[in-house]
Every structure is written in C-alpha cells, then in structure tokens.
C-alpha cells in the first residue's frame, strides 16, 4: 500500500514539474506539452522534425508516461495496418471519390 501512495506522489510531482515547465526551456530543451506531441508524433516516427524539436519530443516522452503509452500505441497500430493486404479500388469508387473531394474543396 505504501508503495502506491509513493507512485501516485511521485506521479503528482511529475505532472506538476510538466505543468510548470510547459513553455520552458529546461537544461536548452524547450519543453512541450502532450498535445503537442500528439500533433507531431508521425514527423517524429518518420525523422521529419528538426533537431531541437526531436529533442524537445524525446525530452517529453522521458518524462510522460501517458505518451509514451501513446507513442507505443500508435507504433502496434502501424505495424498492424502495414500487415493488412493490400485491396485496389474500384474504378467507380475511385472516381466517385475523386468526385467527391473535387466537389468539397471547391467549396
């Protein structure tokens, strides 16, 4: 039982330090927040993201667990999706689609 209470303390502080260090440069890393890591975590997987943003990103994960659940979520969904064969539209679903877009973007 103690050894919960130390983990959710210890699980507390870590949130809080985030909290406080969200638009902070800590040690030249500027820190990020969850949110944007989501919203960059594919340029991350494929090395898209500058250097200062790839470390700002790996900094974050270092410190959050609920990311790095993510990011390990999202890799497994990857790797499931690359795994499933490969089925060629149809040429009226291709054309009803391409259709479909032309339509809504000259909206």
């Known amino acids: 039982?103690?050894?919960r209470q130390e983990y959710n303390t210890m699980?507390?502080?870590m949130r809080r330090?985030?909290?406080w260090a969200f638009g902070r440069k800590i040690m030249g890393i500027q820190m990020v927040s969850c949110r944007e890591v989501s919203q960059v975590l594919q340029d991350y997987?494929?090395?898209e993201l500058s250097r200062a943003e790839r470390r700002s990103i790996t900094a974050h994960l270092a410190l959050c667990s609920e990311c790095r659940a993510f990011l390990s979520t999202?890799?497994?969904t990857l790797s499931l999706l690359g795994r499933l064969p490969s089925t060629p539209m149809s040429r009226k679903f291709?054309?009803?689609l391409e259709n479909l877009l032309l339509d809504r973007l000259s909206h």
């Open 17 to 19: 330090m985030m909290a």
């Open 1 to 3: 039982m103690r050894a």
């Open 74 to 76: 999202y890799r497994e």
């Open 94 to 96: 291709s054309e009803g």
């Open 45 to 47: 997987l494929d090395g």
């Open 11 to 13: 699980k507390r502080m």
